[in-house]
């Protein structure tokens, strides 16, 4: 069905739909494939509740995948379920490999289905059904990071070995149709990758603080100096005027006596 020659994998975390096609690592023949893994997890933040993840990754009901296989969520699941429902709201029909369309596959044989799918597909990948944002990552996931390393398979001194054990009669077809892979971890530790927001209250009052005691030395002393200041101006102002009222009232005694 392509013109790749081999196998295709996916190491998933378990309760996750697999897609080898979209995420998956090509095992070729004639070689010897070895997978280093290390496991990760990815904890974001959506403070603002502007649905940047999905926090509760099991009440996804659009989901086709979750619906038909319990499958838990994940983004690319949900663009794949997104995809499934455009080509039934454009086409009547869905391809073969989405779940829940036992009453309405495409007819690939169709010329006009098949334009109707192809336009569906490029719109996709265009990014024009708004799938990638009605399809937000989670908001804690799971995940591995891979490292590959090849090397030819079996040998030619160790060859014939293999014809034996595979009862293959012709050496020249052996190569072209087994091929070995090895997964194992690389590290036996978790790497946690943490989301949060850069610049809190906190920051932003610290760095107000920050630019007036740079360019106008102002600061928590200079604060108080001028309340202090303040209060000497206004205890003087009130000493004043109590003097000036004392003079004004003994004056008008005075001249009520006279």
Same mark, same amino acid.
Request: proline share 5%.
């Given at each position: 069905m392509t013109p790749e020659a081999g196998i295709r994998m996916d190491i998933s975390t378990q309760g996750e739909m697999p897609f080898p096609l979209e995420r998956g690592i090509s095992l070729s023949p004639g070689h010897a494939t070895m997978i280093g893994l290390r496991k990760e997890r990815i904890i974001r933040e959506d403070p603002f509740e502007r649905r940047r993840c999905l926090k509760d990754v099991y009440r996804d009901e659009c989901n086709l995948y979750t619906k038909h296989f319990g499958a838990v969520y994940s983004a690319t699941a949900c663009k794949e379920s997104c995809l499934a429902y455009n080509q039934r709201q454009q086409c009547g029909c869905m391809e073969y490999r989405f779940p829940g369309n036992d009453k309405g596959i495409c007819n690939v044989s169709d010329l006009q289905t098949t334009r109707c799918l192809s336009a569906v597909q490029t719109e996709f990948k265009e990014n024009k059904l708004n $799938?990638?944002?009605? $399809?937000?990552?989670? $908001? #804690?996931?799971?995940?591995?990071?891979? /490292?590959? /390393?090849?090397?030819? @398979?079996? #040998? &030619?001194?160790?060859? !014939?070995? %293999?014809? *034996?054990? %595979? #009862?293959?009669?012709? &050496?020249?077809?052996?190569?072209?149709?087994? $091929?070995?892979?090895?997964?194992? %971890? &690389?590290? !036996?530790?978790?790497?946690v990758i943490t989301e949060q927001r850069s610049y809190e209250i906190v920051d932003f009052v610290s760095d107000i603080g920050g630019q007036l005691g740079l360019w106008i030395g102002f600061s928590v002393l200079t604060v108080a100096e001028l309340l202090e200041l303040f209060a000497l101006l206004f205890h003087i102002a009130i *000493?004043?005027? *109590?003097?000036? @009222?004392?003079?004004?009232?003994?004056? *008008?005694?005075?001249e009520e006596r006279v």
């Open positions: $799938c990638t944002k009605s $399809c937000p990552p989670p $908001c #804690s996931e799971e995940g591995f990071k891979r /490292s590959s /390393s090849f090397a030819i @398979w079996p #040998s &030619e001194e160790h060859e !014939l070995l %293999y014809v *034996d054990k %595979y #009862s293959r009669t012709e &050496e020249g077809n052996l190569r072209e149709n087994i $091929c070995k892979v090895q997964v194992f %971890y &690389e590290e !036996l530790n978790l790497e *000493d004043k005027f *109590d003097k000036r @009222w004392r003079q004004y009232t003994e004056h *008008d005694e005075h």
